[in-house]
C-alpha cells in the first residue's frame, strides 16, 4: 500500500492549498480517508475525515476553511484549506483508516508520507 501526499507549501496567511493524496495498493473506494497534520513539539492530530460513502467530518480548529474530498475513479482523496493561519503550519499526513463516527478515526490502517505546509504571517 502507498499514500503519496503531496501539495504542501509556503503560503501567506489568508492563502489557500490543496493537498492531494494518491493511493495504490488498495481498494481504495472501500477505505475510510484522513487527513492529519502535526506541528514541531505537538502530537499528530486529525483535521478531517471522510467515509466510503462521503460523509466527512472535520475537527473545530478547521470547519468551515478546510473541505475534504475523494475523487474514488483517481483513487485520490484531497484538503482544499482556505483561509490559512500561521497556526495550521504542519506536517499533513493522508491515512486510510478504520470506523468513522467523528473525525478521530478508531484506527489508522495506512500512513501517507507526508508533506509540509507553512503559513508565514
Known amino acids: 500500500v502507498q499514500l503519496q501526499a503531496f501539495g504542501g507549501g509556503l503560503v501567506q496567511a489568508g492563502g489557500s492549498l490543496r493537498l492531494s493524496c494518491a493511493a495504490s495498493?488498495?481498494?481504495?473506494?472501500?477505505?475510510?480517508m484522513g487527513w492529519f497534520r502535526q506541528a514541531p513539539g505537538k502530537e499528530r492530530e486529525s483535521v478531517a475525515a471522510i467515509r466510503s460513502g462521503g460523509t466527512t467530518y472535520y475537527a473545530d480548529s478547521v470547519k468551515g476553511r478546510f473541505t475534504i474530498s475523494r475523487d474514488n475513479a483517481k483513487n485520490t482523496v484531497y484538503l482544499q484549506m482556505n483561509s490559512l493561519k500561521p497556526e495550521d503550519t504542519a506536517v499533513y499526513y493522508c491515512?486510510?483508516?478504520?470506523?468513522?463516527?467523528?473525525?478521530?478515526?478508531?484506527?489508522?490502517?495506512?500512513w501517507g508520507q507526508g508533506t509540509q505546509v507553512t503559513v508565514s504571517s
Open positions: 491515512a486510510a483508516v478504520g470506523a468513522l463516527i467523528s473525525v478521530v478515526p478508531g484506527k489508522v490502517n495506512f
Open positions: 495498493g488498495l481498494t481504495f473506494s472501500s477505505y475510510n
